[in-house]
């Protein structure tokens, strides 16, 4: 985040505001297009932002965010056009969202796994396998019950033995998982994300950890980057995304899993479990554990 230069305007920064947008649209396409054309707009927004609604209605939400009010009238004429809900528009007092999350995110026990913002260094049990994630423009600090799943699925893993030594984290987002990974075992684990942020986010993590050289942080969809390509197949895979993507990415995963190699599968709401259990069994990836942690699912299946 950068620094404000400081200015006569300094005693008035508490009282700084934005102004967000915000509309639903079905389907991710349509989606993406909305928040597209909101760029085009004048005041411009500084940045835009599509949102799955994960109920399993495939409704999106788009959001636009300005610094200045935004024209309610073009913003009305876009949602008509698109034939999405009418945007609400809204004035929010600026936040420092990431020190905000700092203070509020405890520490998280996953099995051996501890992970800790730096403020809680001092909190880390003995013995424990420490994992320092920052609050940050990316997902996975491992508070999410879909993070802290696979989390503990690998500890499972762990404890009866297995030591799966070709490793990737697709959809990585602060690589926490990639990091889980590197710290237990041997050898180089790849991570992957579609978001260039969450690669950087990532590639910090990764060093904050004393990791460097342990993890490599690469930007791709699934495993299309040439890096992750040619060092599989793999003994085990993560990946914490979403119901679809997980779907879609079902065949290129059975291509990339050893025989016998696991995928432990996260970012499933419990009602889209057996849809992504089915889609990876058909593709001959059976499942073999399931475990449910509130509203959320983690699926570990077994190339056959």
Same mark, same amino acid.
Request: proline content about 5%; aromatic content about 6%; overall charge negative.
């Given at each position: ?18 102004? $967000? !947008? ?8 349509? %989606? ?21 609604? @994960? ?21 009305? &004429?876009?949602?008509?056009? $698109? ?14 969202? *990431? ?30 396998? !420490? ?28 404890? %009866?033995? @297995? ?9 990585? #987002?602060?690589?926490? &998982?990639?990091? =889980? %990974?590197?710290?237990? &075992? ?21 060093? $904050? ?5 342990? *993890? ?44 016998? #190699?696991? =995928? ?41």
């Amino acid at each position: 985040m950068a620094e404000a230069e400081a200015s006569a305007d300094d005693a008035r920064d508490d009282d700084a505001a934005t102004w $967000a !947008a915000l509309t639903q649209t079905q389907g991710r396409a349509a %989606a993406e297009a909305l928040a597209e054309a909101c760029e085009d707009l004048d005041p411009e927004p500084v940045g835009t932002g599509v949102f799955e609604i @994960e109920d399993g209605s495939d409704r999106w939400e788009v959001g636009a965010w300005f610094t200045e009010a935004p024209d309610e009238i073009a913003l009305a &004429l876009l949602a008509a056009a $698109a034939g999405a809900q009418p945007f609400v528009v809204s004035e929010v007092p600026e936040t420092d969202w *990431v020190a905000h999350v700092r203070r509020e995110l405890a520490p998280v026990e996953a099995g051996r796994f501890f992970v800790h913002g730096s403020h809680d260094a001092d909190k880390v049990p003995e013995g424990a396998e !420490a994992l320092c994630i920052e609050a940050a423009m990316a997902f996975g600090t491992g508070h999410h019950n879909t993070t802290r799943g696979c989390l503990l699925a690998f500890d499972r893993l762990l404890t %009866a033995g @297995e030591t799966p030594g070709r490793i990737a984290d697709i959809g990585c #987002g602060t690589a926490v &998982l990639a990091m =889980a %990974a590197a710290r237990v &075992l041997p050898g180089v684990v790849l991570a992957s994300d579609i978001d260039p942020v969450a690669v950087e986010t990532a590639e910090a993590n990764v060093l $904050a950890n004393g990791l460097a050289g342990r *993890v490599e942080c690469v930007m791709a969809e699934g495993f299309g980057h040439p890096l992750l390509h040619d060092a599989g197949p793999y003994d085990l895979v993560f990946a914490n995304i979403l119901k679809q993507p997980l779907i879609d990415l079902a065949p290129d995963m059975a291509r990339q899993l050893a025989p016998g #190699g696991r =995928a432990i599968l996260s970012g499933i709401l419990t009602t889209q479990a057996d849809e992504v259990a089915a889609a990876y069994a058909e593709a001959g990836m059976p499942l073999s554990a399931r475990d449910d942690l509130g509203d959320w699912t983690t699926l570990v299946v077994q190339r056959a």
